[in-house]
């Protein structure tokens, strides 16, 4: 069965440091999200992406986040300076028509 | 307001009993899914129930959703210590078009004991 991959599993940074967060969807679908999960918290939306556009953000997705899709596979979040409250499980999912989310096993970003 | 919050927050229970959980919501919704997520692990998606659907089967998954009341049960029948695991229940918010996410609950914790 397709799956979504993300890569790095853990990420530790310097606060302040630029962090990539890779993700590859699947195949076939049209829509990407990227999500986050504090430590005991709920999980939380930041982004969707659709059509090589943002579709929608929330209030977290601040300038210092930004999505690329920068070639047919992958599909990226950019944290340009991490803050300590960053950290956090982020996960990417996929969906297709059906809008049935697939999600990837997530990245733990831990920042110093 | 809150969308998707689920009871009890923590729930133990013996292998091989059945486990019941629930998740209200607020505003009106075209389906509900219901997530498993193992301790620090990715989120594994078990079931989808549509607003025009009452009741769904998977397996050992039985789920329900009254939409009048707007709430959705997530019933794990004989279960089993893997079964260990948050489940979180998750409502579509739409602004139209393209424009689509989920909302999660804060989840309840499941312990099944051996």
């Known amino acids: 069965e397709p799956e979504v991959t993300q890569t790095p599993s853990h990420q530790v940074t310097q606060m302040g440091q630029e962090v990539i967060l890779r993700c590859v969807p699947i195949s076939n679908h049209l829509y990407f999200y990227w999500y986050r999960q504090i430590l005991g918290q709920k999980v939380e939306f930041l982004v969707s992406?659709?059509?090589?556009?943002?579709?929608?953000k929330s209030e977290i997705f601040d300038d210092q986040f930004s999505v690329e899709r920068p070639d047919g596979s992958n599909f990226t979040l950019k944290i340009r300076s991490t803050k300590l409250e960053d950290s956090a499980m982020y996960f990417c999912?996929?969906?297709?028509?059906?809008?049935?989310?697939?999600f990837g096993p997530g990245t733990r970003l831990t920042v110093l | 307001s809150q969308q998707g919050e689920e009871d009890p927050q923590a729930l133990s229970i013996q292998e091989g009993e059945n486990a019941t959980m629930n998740c209200s919501y607020k505003t009106s919704i075209n389906n509900l899914q219901w997530y498993r997520q193992n301790s620090g692990r990715g989120l594994v998606h078990l079931i989808l129930i549509r607003s025009n659907e009452r009741e769904k089967h998977s397996g050992r998954l039985r789920v329900t959703l009254d939409t009048s009341k707007k709430s959705s049960s997530l019933l794990i029948t004989a279960s089993r210590a893997a079964d260990t695991a948050s489940y979180f229940c998750?409502?579509?918010?739409?602004?139209?078009?393209?424009?689509?996410?989920?909302?999660f609950g804060k989840g309840t914790l499941l312990t099944v004991n051996p």
């Open positions: 999912a996929s969906s297709g028509d059906t809008r049935k989310e697939f």
């Open positions: 998750a409502t579509p918010q739409t602004g139209g078009g393209s424009n689509y996410k989920l909302t």
């Open positions: 992406f659709y059509n090589n556009e943002i579709s929608e």
